[in-house]
Every structure is written in C-alpha cells, then in structure tokens.
C-alpha cells in the first residue's frame, strides 16, 4: 500500500467481495461490498437478501 495516490481512487478500485447466503434456499453466492448496502437479489430462488444480515463469515 502506498500513500502516492489519492485515497478516494484507491479505495474505488479494490471492492471487497461479500459472501451472503440465503435464509429461503440456502443458496451462497458472492456480491461486492458496494452492493452490499442494498437488498440482493438470490439467484437461485429470487428472494430477496439482506447482505448485512445474512453474510457467511
Ligand atoms: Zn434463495
């Protein structure tokens, strides 16, 4: 890490993927961490996921 560069730019560019899991079907899928501040979609039964609570540590 290096300090050169604008830290606004930096922190665009390295988006941390979020594991969720669903709480319908069990299914587990990644999404990035930008996402993460709205419901998600699942994509194997279309329910509607919370990332904030149902994310797979
Ligand atoms: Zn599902």
Redesign the pocket.
């Known amino acids: 890490m290096t300090d050169q560069h604008c830290p606004g730019f930096e922190s665009n560019k390295t988006l941390n993927e979020v594991k969720i899991k669903?709480?319908?079907?069990?299914?587990e899928w990644g999404i990035f961490s930008d996402e993460a501040e709205k419901m998600a979609k699942?994509?194997?039964?279309?329910?509607a996921?919370d990332p904030k609570t149902c994310a797979v540590k």
């Open positions: 669903c709480p319908e079907c069990g299914k699942c994509p194997a039964c279309g329910a996921v």
